[in-house]
């Protein structure tokens, strides 16, 4: 498994991402090599083809130029969804650690492109951000749940997912996994997914009601909301 996971990552654009990553993709694709980096890029790829690993750290310039968060309105949307919370942990953070100007809270970003960890670790260190950024595999539960329950030691605490639900169903349930793996270990959890195409702007026809129906029929929704292409849920466990 280790030669097919080093033959999987000569290519450029995935030496970046976690040998467990791939690895586990790897594995649900039958150890198919081709497959396994045409998944990789549908998922991942569409954050690493942005030109954002020259060591640029000009914060609007990384949040408009990658293709995740380059039509986030970031202070309308960090306005709806702040509450009390000490802490924010980032759950597939993408570069939206870039944004820490407008966050003013401990931040936690959990992402699993290495460039991405590097590069925002470099600016909170030269911005005096109070945070970090933490390389780790979405799919290694018992780590992403220590973090969490470390982190929510430190005071309320949200966890935000935006727009990773496509990539965690990979392994057909895990986000509905996840989220009970964490819910009562954080005071609210703000998800996101996609509502039209990033690259063509077309809305797509899936609504994603397995995720709505999963999310009221469990827990206390507390917000919905759309803005700029992406819906978001914000909910907790006070249903339970």
């Avoid at 009970?180 to 509502?195: A, E, G, H, N, Q």
């Amino acid at each position: 498994m280790k030669e097919l996971v080093k033959e999987v990552k000569q290519k450029r654009e995935f030496k970046e991402l976690p040998d467990s990553l791939v690895e586990r993709i790897l594995l649900l694709n039958r150890k198919d090599v081709k497959k396994t980096r045409e998944v990789l890029r549908k998922y991942f790829g569409v954050f690493m083809t942005n030109k954002l690993v020259k060591g640029r750290l000009d914060s609007k310039d990384v949040l408009k130029k990658h293709i995740s968060s380059r039509d986030r309105d970031y202070s309308v949307l960090y306005k709806r969804i702040f509450g009390d919370e000490k802490t924010i942990i980032d759950l597939g953070a993408g570069v939206n650690g870039f944004s820490a100007d407008l966050i003013g809270k401990r931040y936690v970003a959990i992402e699993a492109t290495k460039v991405y960890v590097d590069l925002m670790n470099k600016f909170f260190e030269e911005k005096k951000v109070n945070g970090k950024a933490i390389w780790e595999d979405l799919f290694n539960l018992d780590k992403i749940v220590e973090i969490v329950k470390e982190e929510a030691r430190k005071g309320e605490t949200v966890v935000w997912m935006f727009n990773v639900i496509d990539a965690l169903e990979l392994e057909p349930n895990y986000s509905k996994k996840l989220i009970f793996s964490i819910i009562d270990k954080v005071d609210r959890i703000v998800l996101s997914w996609p509502t039209r195409s990033l690259q063509k702007k077309k809305r797509f026809e899936a609504r994603r009601y397995w995720i709505i129906n999963f999310i009221s029929e469990n827990f206390d929704v507390l917000d919905e909301f759309e803005i700029n292409g992406e819906r978001f849920v914000v909910f907790d466990n006070t249903n339970n």
